[in-house]
């Protein structure tokens, strides 16, 4: 037998049956060049079984979510006739001038925030702020991100800390898991404007990173990010603007510059602007905002 | 795998297709470690390892009451998480040509990572996964399976929907690659 015919790869792997490992056996004993080569192979696998992998994440958080995100993926039929249900139950309330009714206000604000949505809800007082409370805990992590971001705007300094400590609690890979995963299933790009909201209302970090996934996850989502960026940098207050310049600083995505270019001339963020736009084309036409436009291809 | 190790599952997998939830949990307590090891050890990165094994369970668990067991169901899950890994794999690489901005910088962002974590980690591992890396697609899958995953060629061959010949073939390329370029290693 040749050294060409020898089926070393096989042996190393048990995948010879009894004979043919024999015969292999026997060409080993006669040939050291084949044995060479299978002990470079044993060693091989030495070093790279060395290699360590990294630990395996905690189990039980690790059943829980994939139950969680299970449980959301499952049967979109239910969902649908629940939503169905709820807002038929909506008209029916409507008609009779019942109070709004907050699950379907809030799908429809994760869809677009409004300022009548969220009229609509403040008008609810108190009891709108437990219900929004209770709706971190909905099966539709859409909805659950609205409510997070009304309580944002309107609950008080305790009520938003507890929220803020929820997401956190998700953070912590021990922690309990209360909130559903945004970013994994394309349709989560309707998350964008409402997490954009959250990002600047609460300037959590968490919410950042959310919109970090949201801004991977695909190019719709992309779009919609700057959409709502853009409109808030737009913004008349000064703290929104500020955070959406934030926004553009750390998301890894094309903003248009124009759009910072307009913060140019504001007393409080014009510095700021300035340095960003240095930064990214790496010109300088100081508080020019012609130049900079004309430089930058103006407004597309 | 032991043939008594593919019997339990199989009998879980009927429990779960005859409707006990709790069976597929015990599925996934079992699996999730290897998993997870397996989609770290492809992707080099814990989060992104977390997310496809945690998604690879998910779609397992809407796919396994359609599951026949015309192959073992080790090898149909690691068939999933390798259809997910690609899936992933190909929308990064999608998005990574949309967009130069964010090409340019996650190089920056992965070249202070690997400065970084060249620091930390051991000369050999870096180098071990550089290797792994530029292994083509195919060979680093059937070799990360062989190898860390101890599955045999029929399985690998069931996992990647390939034949037994391909699975071979592959591995011995592979190792080749990997003894020239680790040979001072050795």
Known sequence: MSCADVRLDEYLDGELAEADRAIVDGHLASCAACRAELEQSRKLERVLQSVPSGAAPDADRFVQSVRARSRRRLSPWPFAAAAALLIGLAGVLLLQNRPVDIRSELASYAKKPTEEIESRIRSTGHAGLGQLEKSLDDHDVKVQFAAASLLFKMADDATRDRVLSRFQQKKEPNGTWTLSEPGTDDSDDELVPVTVSLAVDGQDRWAMNVLQKLNRLNRQAQHKIVDSVVTLLHSTNVDIQRHALEIVKKLEIEFPLPAVVDLLDSPELGDEALRFLRQETKKDFGKDKEAWLKAIGGRN | ?186
């Open chain 2, 1 to 186: 795998m032991s043939e008594g190790d593919a019997m339990v599952d199989a009998e879980l997998v009927l429990k779960f297709q005859g409707g006990e939830e709790s069976a597929y949990e015990t599925l996934v307590r079992k699996y999730m470690k290897d998993a997870y090891s397996f989609c770290l050890r492809l992707t080099h990165d814990a989060q992104e390892a977390e997310e496809l094994s945690q998604m690879g369970f998910v779609n397992a668990y809407r796919a396994l009451r359609g599951f026949r067991g015309e192959s073992s169901f080790k090898s149909w899950l690691y068939r999933i998480f390798i259809n997910q890994y690609r899936d992933r794999l190909r929308r990064t690489r999608r998005a990574e040509a949309r967009l130069a901005v964010v090409r340019e910088e996650s190089a920056r962002r992965q070249s202070s990572a690997a400065e970084e974590s060249s620091i930390h980690a051991s000369e050999l591992e870096e180098v071990v996964k550089n290797r792994m890396e530029r292994l083509p697609d195919r060979q680093r899958e059937v070799f990360t399976l062989h190898l860390y995953q101890g599955l045999d060629y029929n399985e690998i061959a069931a996992a990647l929907g390939c034949t037994y010949d391909d699975v071979k073939m592959n591995l011995s390329l592979a190792r080749k690659r990997l003894k020239e370029e680790l040979k001072g290693y050795l």
